[in-house]
């Protein structure tokens, strides 16, 4: 790692959400197979912020179901405990933050209005809830009733395409109904993660609700995007999904940047080696079994290692690891001696895809007001696992 002096002042201040105090403005997105209990610990271990768990599923949860309680469990070390809940049916996701405030299981709830996958939006469900604004008013006024004390914030896109905008009028709803912040994905849902993130769209609701905390996401794949963000939208804070894959170091680097530090973090392939068994060790930690603690770090490796000079065999046999003693031998074979590799590590990371026309159930777009044939739709958008 490369560490310099500290630099005074303090680049931003800290962000309120709510009773929440972060001292800095840095929220970790939810991203579905990828921010568990383990990955959460990793961040924690290089910086500071807000580290929000998987998208677990409210009805799923309101039913218990052993999956759901296991993904809303903290480790100790998790002071903050940070829940995002998805839903469709405003009694449901009432009563799941119902149960987590009652149960004392979170100190901040967000709720999942982004969601691009298909699998979700041809239920209605995600980022194409909002344009059923009355639905998304009931469950956005039920859930913060039900989170009392407890800060509930709200994550979502700019919309379905660019035809079919929803963020600033969900956004007045959001702020009338007094979610403690919301976070904007500059993408509409068509977008998926192609191209280029629209900050402009973060400038323009930080320009128009101007009495609730607003987070940027899109596109930080760096402090230093992070600083151009904030500077450029005016926004209190930014939300880091896949800019941190494979590199938890990030949350070093940003709450450097956003103290005023000069800090940016250049591993070496042994610095790199070290974080990847780390990650392994706490998966199996999380998931109580080796063998598939095993199979959930193989889809990490490409990340870690992006730009280093790892071998094919040696990348193969790190996808398809299947214990912690055939990974530290893998391990052992690289150069951990290899230094950074610059810009060959940094950039994208993640499947980008392609715009594509969003699946939506039938009629969907016809009105913004809910319509009776499609509320099977919503019984059914529920149905899926948490965390996926």
């Known amino acids: 790692m490369t560490i310099l002096?500290?630099?005074?002042?303090?680049?931003a201040?800290?962000?309120?959400?709510?009773?929440?105090?972060?001292?800095?403005?840095?929220?970790?997105?939810?991203?579905?197979?990828?921010?568990?209990?383990?990955?959460?610990?990793?961040?924690?271990?290089?910086?500071?912020?807000?580290?929000?768990?998987?998208m677990i599923t409210s009805r799923a949860l309101v039913e218990r179901t052993p999956e759901s309680m296991r993904l809303i469990t903290h480790h100790e070390s998790e002071t903050t405990r940070s829940?995002?809940?998805?839903?469709?049916?405003?009694?449901?996701?009432?009563?799941?933050?119902?149960?987590?405030?009652a149960e004392d299981r979170a100190d901040h709830i967000d709720l999942n209005f982004g969601c691009p996958v298909p699998k979700v939006t041809r239920k209605?469900?995600?980022?194409?809830?909002?344009?059923?604004?009355?639905?998304?008013?009931?469950?956005?006024?039920?859930?913060?009733?039900?989170?009392?004390?407890?800060?509930?914030?709200?994550?979502m896109r700019k919309g379905i395409d660019s035809d079919h905008l929803t963020y600033l009028e969900a956004a007045r709803v959001g702020a009338g109904a007094g979610v403690a912040s919301i976070a904007l994905h500059a993408r509409t849902a068509a977008e998926f993660y192609s191209g280029t993130a629209d900050w402009s769209a973060?400038?323009?609701?930080?320009?128009?609700?101007?009495?609730?905390?607003?987070?940027g996401n899109g596109d930080i794949?760096?402090?230093?995007?992070?600083?151009?963000?904030?500077?450029?939208?005016?926004?209190?804070?930014?939300?880091?999904?896949?800019?941190?894959?494979?590199?938890?170091?990030?949350?070093g680097d940003l709450a450097a940047a956003f103290r005023g530090e000069s800090l940016k973090a250049e591993p070496s392939l042994g610095q790199v080696a070290a974080a990847f068994k780390r990650h392994a060790e706490l998966l199996v930690e999380f998931f109580g079994e080796e063998d598939r603690a095993c199979r959930d770090i193989r889809k990490h490796v490409a990340w870690y290692f992006k730009g280093y000079s790892v071998g094919g065999e040696l990348r193969a046999g790190m996808a398809t690891v299947q214990s912690l003693a055939q990974l530290d031998d893998l391990l052992?074979?690289?150069?951990?001696?290899?230094?950074?590799?610059?810009?060959?590590?940094?950039?994208?990371?993640?499947?980008?895809?392609?715009?594509?026309?969003?699946?939506?159930?039938?009629?969907w777009l016809d009105s913004r007001e809910l319509q009776e044939t499609h509320r099977s739709e919503l019984n059914q958008a529920e149905l899926s696992t948490s965390g996926g």
């Open 5 to 11: 002096a500290p630099a005074d002042p303090r680049v």
């Open 13 to 54: 201040p800290p962000l309120s959400i709510g009773r929440l105090e972060l001292d800095v403005p840095v929220v970790l997105a939810p991203m579905a197979g990828i921010t568990n209990t383990a990955f959460r610990r990793l961040c924690r271990e290089y910086g500071a912020g807000l580290y929000v768990s998987e």
């Open 83 to 101: 829940i995002q809940l998805y839903g469709v049916d405003p009694k449901t996701v009432s009563e799941a933050v119902t149960m987590l405030v």
């Open 124 to 155: 209605g469900g995600g980022a194409a809830l909002p344009w059923k604004i009355d639905l998304f008013r009931d469950i956005v006024e039920g859930a913060v009733k039900a989170a009392g004390d407890v800060p509930l914030t709200i994550k």
């Open 202 to 215: 973060i400038e323009k609701l930080k320009n128009t609700i101007t009495d609730t905390p607003i987070l």
């Open 221 to 251: 794949w760096s402090a230093a995007d992070a600083l151009r963000m904030v500077d450029e939208t005016g926004c209190d804070g930014v939300v880091v999904g896949r800019g941190c894959l494979g590199r938890p170091w990030l949350f």
């Open 332 to 363: 052992g074979q690289l150069d951990w001696s290899q230094q950074y590799p610059g810009a060959d590590a940094e950039g994208q990371r993640g499947r980008a895809g392609t715009p594509k026309k969003p699946s939506l159930p039938q009629g």
